[in-house]
């Protein structure tokens, strides 16, 4: 057998087995790929090169932004941001059935834009909005739901660490050209979330009764200025080039901190805790990065790509048919993979991380939901349904994300 097939059964059995034995998809991906690696290479040269892909995916200038764009998450989680974003969320919303679901979603949308992540949005806005949402009658599953469909917007819309990622492997690929593509989807994920919240809570009586002022909701409006002007720095400033991604991600730290500080919601000694938590999850999102390297040089070495997109080509030749099977592809990747190193394989949209088995927001979002996936998963099938359409949308109607980088001169 050509040493290549062997090498992709190794490496496809191995992570299957090692994936359902409950390892963390790091381990397997590393596992797997270093078995692969073995069938290429003497055991020696093996080890040596997988060492090597490991370094040499992760020495990129524009990865340095992904631990500081966590830390900057963090600190607004932590620095009274986060809530002051649900109270502008909630005063926007107003009378809207289950007004208080969809600022969930809104407050994840706008969080998720200044922290550039899925997770960090279930987290800070799952744990300061999930007792409120419980106070007011809905049930833990429900807001549990919403919050967990409506992170990943984050993760679509500017500054996005995957986009930072995807520019990084993708070799030529503009960063600001990704973040303009990447509003429109997701806002439109955000706004078909919100629908299908809407007629849920209508539907179970969640009607709001916490009726805002118009002078209350001014000054709401004005509390989260300072907030809301990160994400006008941070894209503002990318755009007209006065600084990088990675250099962004650095100004999103300071200008955090210093909010945290004003708004006396973070101490000195509060900060190493922070850190810490922020260096966990970026060894996580790094070592998935490293690892992933190794797999993406292998299916590179050998041609799988270019097998499935031969295969693809035998099947159809109809350019609706290929993209629907490309869809299709992605988001079984998607249920398996983190959504970071998938995009090192195949560019995955962001539906996997909230589908099980391996979906970190889904994880994320029912732990600060505290509901369990048996729990959460029913009520979640309307809003998969929703994100697909838009899904749809995206990939069959170009301009959806390219219609801003061309009016901005990307493309």
């Known amino acids: 057998m050509d040493v290549a097939i062997t090498a992709t059964i190794v490496m496809v059995v191995a992570l299957v087995i090692i994936l359902l034995m409950g390892a963390p998809i790091a381990v397997a991906i590393g596992m797997s790929s270093a078995m692969a690696m073995v069938v290429i290479l003497p055991t020696n040269v093996a080890l040596v090169t997988c060492a090597q892909k490991m370094f040499t995916g992760l020495n990129s200038f524009p990865l340095l932004a992904i631990p500081f764009f966590v830390l900057a998450g963090n600190l607004m989680n932590n620095g009274g941001i986060a809530i002051r974003i649900i109270r502008l969320a909630e005063a926007l919303c107003g009378r809207l059935p289950g007004a208080l679901a969809e600022s969930n979603v809104l407050a ?56 930072i990622v995807f520019s990084t492997v993708g070799g030529s690929i503009s960063v600001a050209a ?28 969640y009607i709001n009764t916490n009726h805002v002022d118009a002078a209350t909701k001014v000054k709401y409006f004005v509390d989260a200025i300072p907030s809301l002007f990160l994400i006008v720095i941070i894209i503002g400033g990318i755009l007209s ?73 035998t099947l159809t030749n109809s350019k609706v048919i290929t993209l629907l099977i490309i869809n299709v592809v992605l988001l079984f990747v998607g249920t398996f993979m983190d959504p970071t190193p998938a995009i090192l394989i195949v560019y995955n949209l962001c539906i996997g991380a909230i589908t099980p088995p391996v979906g970190s927001v889904l994880f994320t979002g029912c732990k600060v939901g505290k509901v369990t996936i048996e729990q959460v998963i029913k009520t979640l099938l309307p809003f998969f349904v929703a994100i697909i359409l838009v899904l749809m949308i995206v990939t069959y109607v170009p301009a959806v994300s390219e219609f801003l980088p061309r009016l901005n001169g990307y493309i």
């Open 108 to 163: 994840n949308m706008f969080f998720g834009a200044i922290s550039g992540s899925g997770n960090a949005a279930a987290a800070a806005m799952g744990g300061t909005i999930g007792p409120i949402e419980a106070e007011r009658g809905y049930s833990k599953e429900f807001s549990a739901a919403v919050n967990i469909a409506s992170a990943p917007t984050g993760m679509l819309i500017p500054p996005s660490n995957a986009l």
């Open 178 to 205: 990704l973040f303009m593509g990447g509003y429109i989807p997701g806002i439109l994920w955000g706004l078909a979330v919100m629908i299908v919240a809407g007629y849920m809570a209508k539907k179970r009586g």
């Open 241 to 313: 080039g006065i600084f990088t991604a990675t250099e962004a991600s650095g100004v999103a730290v300071a200008y955090a901190l210093i909010l945290g500080f004003i708004y006396k919601s973070i101490k000195a000694k509060d900060l190493p805790k922070i850190i810490l938590d922020s260096a966990r999850t970026t060894v996580i999102i790094v070592f998935l990065i490293g690892v992933s390297s190794i797999m993406s040089w292998i299916m590179a070495y050998t041609e799988i790509p270019t097998i499935i997109s031969n295969a693809m080509l």
